[in-house]
């Protein structure tokens, strides 16, 4: 091979080589993998250094550094490149107001080493013992309905809920181990929320759909925040999608869910229990089209401003900063009122509503502590 040969051969290597590269350094960002960072951050390969053990309890399966609650547990700061959904002391919390917690809240209050009231968070196994009030079962636990997704374990008797798996949120329901049942999700394309996969699913919440805020809300805003995938009732009992956020809650709080959908197409006006899956565009001519009373809260500046505290879903699964602009961009959900993980309040609501929270609601005294009133604006 002559001279003239080898520095082209050269010089074809040194592009493939730098062509590669490339593709390696752009692939994640394209693919959008949900987890991004030094691989040390969650994985030890043999949970050993300098003769002492990485993590207390270790080593863990899929080398990673701890369980869902050991990775998960931890101050937000914004900073942060995992959330953290389990502070082992009082997170800042301020309804329209500043908080240290994401859009799930904190399982702080339910926290055996912590809050340790059972009525404000969900009682998951290694973060609180059964809840003493109700047991294990969900609160309208119904196993016939809403299976969509995978049906949840029926044998609440002898199995606490779990972060994921057949008596978790996470993950498919098929396997009682929370590792299997999100296996392979945190390295996922998520480019795509379409609820196909696991890492396709919106917060890993099989089958549902939605658009992720890169910060889970730790900042938040009326253009900034997640998108709730949700379907309106008025179109007929049942008519829920089973990839909205509403379905992954009515998978374990059934009775809850289906009455409040039937109730009214029923029994008649008034509604028996809290609509859910109900457009607010259907009765914007009523108190519910000033919504979010923007005279009262002090995050929102007018009139259909989409107020993160008092969130509402669309059948798009969007990123609204304004609603009640067109049908189906103001849907109730479940968690409009409620925090999915735990709050400082009865109920895990978003606000005080009990007599027993400070501030709690009274009608007929509007008060920027009550978010009842962010919809109910004449009440």
């Known amino acids: 091979m002559g001279k003239g040969e080898k520095m082209e051969r050269s010089k074809i290597i040194v592009v493939i080589t730098c062509l590669a590269l490339a593709a390696l350094l752009l692939g994640p960002s394209q693919v959008m993998a949900k987890v991004s960072g030094p691989c040390s951050d ?11 053990a990485v993590v207390s309890g270790g080593p863990y399966r899929a080398l990673t550094k701890g369980d869902c609650i050991g990775c998960h547990t931890g101050t937000n700061d914004g900073s942060n490149n995992i959330p953290y959904v389990l502070q082992t002391s009082a997170p800042t919390y301020n309804f329209d107001g500043t908080k240290a917690t994401l859009a799930g809240g904190s399982f702080y209050w339910v926290y055996d080493s912590g809050g340790n009231d059972d009525t404000k968070g969900h009682n998951v196994v290694g973060i609180a013992s059964s809840d003493s009030n109700i047991g294990n079962t969900p609160p309208g636990f119904n196993s016939t309905d809403y299976t969509a997704n ?4 029926t044998a609440w008797s002898s199995n606490q809920l779990s972060c994921a798996g057949t008596y978790g949120c996470h993950g498919t329901h098929t396997s009682t181990d929370d590792f299997a049942a999100i296996s392979g999700a945190h390295h996922a394309d998520d480019s795509t929320i379409d609820g196909s996969t696991v890492g396709k699913s919106f917060r ?5 759909k939605g658009t992720e805020d890169s910060d889970w809300e730790y900042t938040n805003s009326s253009t900034d925040h997640n998108g709730y995938y949700a379907s309106d009732y008025n179109n007929g009992p049942g008519s829920m999608d089973s990839a909205s956020i509403n379905y992954l809650c009515a998978e374990c709080h059934g009775n809850f869910h289906l009455h409040a959908q039937i109730d009214d197409a029923t029994n008649g006006s008034p509604w028996l229990r809290h609509p859910t899956d109900y457009d607010m565009n259907n009765v914007s001519s009523k108190e519910y089209g000033n919504y979010p009373n923007p005279t009262l809260y002090s995050n929102v500046s007018a009139t259909g401003d989409y ?6 879903g669309n059948t798009t699964g969007a990123v609204n900063s304004k609603v009640l602009q067109a049908s189906g961009d103001a849907i109730v959900l ?6 999915a993980h ?3 309040y009865e109920d895990l609501l978003r606000w005080a509503y009990s007599s027993n929270d400070s501030g709690a609601c009274n ?7 009550c978010g009842c009133f962010a ?3 004449s009440k």
């Open 375 to 377: 919809c109910h604006t």
């Open 363 to 369: 009608a007929g005294t509007q008060s920027g502590t």
């Open 307 to 312: 107020f993160v505290d008092v969130p509402v």
């Open 334 to 339: 479940c968690i409009s009122c409620h925090r």
């Open 150 to 153: 995978g049906s949840v374990g």
């Open 204 to 208: 890993f919440l099989y089958g549902i």
């Open 42 to 52: 969650c994985h030890t390969m043999h949970n050993s250094q300098n003769g002492s």
């Open 342 to 344: 735990g709050s400082p």
